[in-house]
């Protein structure tokens, strides 16, 4: 929850709402992408870009090394594997 | 030094910790008492065991494990209130995986649940939405917990159902806010910190500026800190430079993910939604002030707490529990009297035992490594 997880925006998915599809190590789930967009940063220029994602919301644009380096860590800590988990397991049905 | 072969860097993480041990010996009061740092962010916490950063450094550097995880600070009559709200059979109570684990005074959520309770985890509040959206005859309520990293999410989630018109979802709101309590342990009589390692995810929302009273007001050094070993190690040093120059000033390690000003978008909405409020309870260090945020009163119908009538049960916290002594840096947590014993992740007694970044919990899955031992 905290520390977060990087993840790929591979499609946008609402403009209105400001949804998009992020692909997290080949997990993919719909995410808010409010935080990191704005008038010069529009929501056109997310798709491609690498974002640090927390409870389901993009909170920072991130490059790709970062993006890279964080999940090895999270990884290290035990932390993407829960993370990737409750993002399967969300309580929808 | 057991741990430092697992970095990346390995070489860069020796030549840190050399030149944090040349620094430790320039600094006068290192030769009287140790001096003590406090990472006030969980997750740097988790870090600093996991990879074993304490054991790394000097002995006369100790980590002070503060109260920034927000699983490990939910008082059990908050708990109690939720579990309440949850056995209302008209109510899908929905939280992260960790909460639902926090020990209450009758019962943790995971509890409730096994006892019929329709408790779900979720990973985000927006899929505590759609169940609202999906099953319009029931109440959904969202256990919402978090420092400012996560209490934009609530926000716009609760903007997103007005814009909708979606009337049965609530936040049970618990967010809690960094600054205050940052505040109230530089007040706290039995508290001598030299330093703070900030948060990264937190400064990431609100910016570096908010901490400017700090570095004026109290003259202490702080360095916003990433949580790869390194950024940590490298942050430890930063602190330390500023001690050595007789500086305190607010520094900003992670500018890789935190600007300056903040996240403006995510900080609108947080102001839109959130309002302080006079007091708010911590597990383990009682009320502080202004340390927590309640739902405006625009957004009154989306208030769990309001909806619900909830109770505001106060529930003091167990006798055999030494939390508030662990959070304080007043003792560790080995040397609570309950530690791995009644106390333990999968029977946690005090909520530092429920997530792995509480320091407990983390003291419990490495091992506890003692600083001597490894750095002999
Ligand atoms: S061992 Fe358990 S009761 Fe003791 S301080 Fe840690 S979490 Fe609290």
Redesign the pocket.
């Known amino acids: 929850m905290c520390l977060g997880i990087p993840g790929r925006i591979i499609k946008i998915d609402d403009v209105d709402k400001k949804l998009a599809t992020v692909d997290v190590s080949g997990v993919r789930r719909q995410v808010n992408v409010a935080c990191i967009v704005d008038n010069s940063n529009p929501i056109e220029t997310c798709v491609g870009e690498w974002v640090l994602i927390h409870v389901g919301f993009a909170m920072s644009r991130i490059d790709e090394a970062e993006a890279a380096e964080t999940l090895k860590i999270l990884h290290e800590l035990g932390e993407a594997q829960a993370e990737m988990e409750a993002m399967q397991a969300s309580g929808l049905r | 030094m057991k741990y430092v072969d697992e970095f990346r860097d390995r070489d860069k993480a020796r030549t840190l910790v050399k030149e944090i041990e040349t620094l430790v010996g320039e600094i006068d009061i290192a030769r009287e008492r140790p001096i003590a740092i406090m990472e006030v962010c969980g997750g740097h916490t988790h870090s600093i065991f996991r990879y074993g950063l304490e054991g790394m450094l000097p002995k006369e550097i100790e980590l002070v494990h503060g109260p920034g995880c927000p699983v490990c600070v939910l008082p059990m009559g908050r708990i109690d209130d939720c579990v309440a709200v949850a056995e209302r059979p008209d109510v899908i109570c929905t939280t992260f995986g960790d909460a639902m684990r926090v020990p209450g005074s009758r019962k943790s959520l995971l509890q409730a649940k096994a006892g019929g309770a329709d408790v779900r985890m979720v990973y985000s509040p927006m899929d505590a939405l759609a169940l609202a959206r999906k099953n319009p005859e029931r109440e959904v309520v969202f256990f919402g917990i978090g420092f400012e990293t996560t209490m934009p999410s609530t926000a716009l989630t609760i903007l997103q159902a007005e814009a909708e018109g979606i009337e049965n979802f609530s936040v049970f709101c618990n967010h809690i806010t960094i600054v205050p309590t940052i505040k109230a342990i530089l007040d706290s009589p039995d508290m001598q910190l030299d330093g703070f390692l900030g948060p990264g995810h937190v400064s990431m929302v609100i910016g570096t500026d908010p901490y400017e009273f700090v570095a004026h007001y109290y003259k202490r050094p702080m360095v916003v800190a990433g949580f790869e070993p390194l950024d940590v190690l490298q942050s430890i040093w930063m602190v330390l430079k500023q001690i050595k120059d007789g500086r305190a000033e607010i520094e900003n390690q992670y500018k890789r993910i935190v600007p300056k000003q903040g996240n403006n978008r995510a900080l609108d909405a947080v102001f839109k939604v959130y309002e302080l409020r006079e007091f708010f309870e911590w597990r383990g260090l009682g009320s502080i002030e202004h340390s927590g945020v309640r739902i405006r009163d625009a957004y009154a119908r989306y208030d769990a707490e309001r909806k619900f009538a909830m109770p505001h049960l106060k529930v003091a916290d167990p006798q ?4 508030g002594d ?1 959070l304080k840096g007043i003792i560790k ?1 080995w040397e ?1 009297r ?2 791995g014993t009644s ?1 333990n992740p999968e029977t ?6 429920v997530s792995s970044e ?1 320091a ?1 919990a983390a003291y419990y899955q490495y091992g506890g490594i003692k600083k001597q031992a490894v750095a002999s």
Do not use: D, S, T, W
Request: charged share 0%.
């Open positions: 055999a529990c030494q939390c662990v947590p609570c309950v530690f106390c946690p007694l005090g909520a530092l035992m509480g407990c």
